[in-house]
């Protein structure tokens, strides 16, 4: 498995391809979710498919949630401990999009903050059916992650998941260009 990893404050921030329901050695995984916490398509029904019906019944309990807004859930199936829920922007709708898509980053990390959770891995949020470009929105995701890292106290895992080559090699690129 290809990966890049840099160490900040406590943490460390690997950018890594694979698929976002075989993380077996993180505490929490995150969905790029719809509003009302239902089975969707892309990351949210592999997901959903791979945690069973439970998981959804849970969550939408949790709903609806407005763009940049984070719910935890329990993961049901899958071999986690947590879902961590976060609803992305719709790019060119929900605008500043790049605000939109930093809370969804911050308010996960909060989550496991508050959960003390050690570790989490992320999907590329928006960067599919929500339209949001990888090469925009890699960077603001790298960056958010960064900045937060000196102040966490029990998350020192962090896993951004790439489903395929060619966002693996822009998260890459945007991890390297944090420092230039």
Wanted: glycine fraction near 8%; charged fraction near 25%.
């Amino acid at each position: 498995m290809e990966k890049e990893k840099i160490l900040h404050g406590n943490a460390c921030l690997e950018v890594t391809m694979g698929d976002i329901v075989q993380q077996h050695d993180v505490e929490a995984i995150v969905n790029a979710a719809n509003a009302f916490l239902r089975i969707g398509g892309g990351v949210a029904g592999a997901i959903h498919k791979a945690a069973g019906p439970e998981l959804e019944k849970e969550a939408m309990k949790k709903g609806p949630i407005k763009p940049g807004e984070a719910v935890i859930t329990s993961a049901h199936k899958l071999p986690n401990k947590y879902v961590i829920h976060v609803l992305g922007p719709v790019y060119d709708r929900d605008v500043p999009h790049d605000k939109f898509l930093a809370k969804c980053y911050e308010n996960a990390l909060d989550l496991c903050e508050e959960y003390k959770i050690t570790s989490i891995a992320f999907p590329a949020i928006s960067t599919g059916a929500f339209g949001y470009p990888v090469e925009e929105a890699a960077p603001v995701a790298l960056r958010t992650i960064y900045v937060k890292m000196p102040g966490l106290k029990h998350l020192k895992s962090i896993r951004v998941v790439n489903f395929n080559e060619s966002h693996f090699k822009v998260h890459q690129e945007a991890l390297k260009n944090l420092f230039s």
